[in-house]
């Protein structure tokens, strides 16, 4: 359910903002949302896994206050993110 340093590797250098980028609200999204989908895979399997339950439900609202966050600040640069990362469909 973790994502391992390859993966990791390759959200951030689809997501950074500049070369030494790793902690942009744009890498920070990317991961929890790749994070997101694997526990949600792995839910559907183990349906009661409530203490993984909760876990995504913690991902899934920090993601939403960084979203938050980046609308805040640039309606451009969260409408770039939400469809680069294919999320509120």
Do not use: P, W
Not at 28 to 53: C, G, P, Y
Not at 63 to 88: A, P
């Amino acid at each position: 359910m973790s994502l391992d340093t390859t993966e990791k590797q390759q959200l951030i250098n689809a997501n950074q903002t500049h070369g030494t980028d790793t902690g942009s609200v744009e890498v920070q999204v990317a991961m929890l949302s790749e994070r997101i989908t694997k526990l949600s895979s792995h839910l559907q399997e183990n349906k009661h896994d409530f203490s993984s339950r909760q876990g995504l439900l913690k991902m899934i609202g920090r993601r939403k206050r960084l979203l938050s966050y980046v609308r805040g600040k640039s309606e451009q640069r969260y409408n770039g993110l939400i469809t680069k990362l294919g999320i509120r469909g």
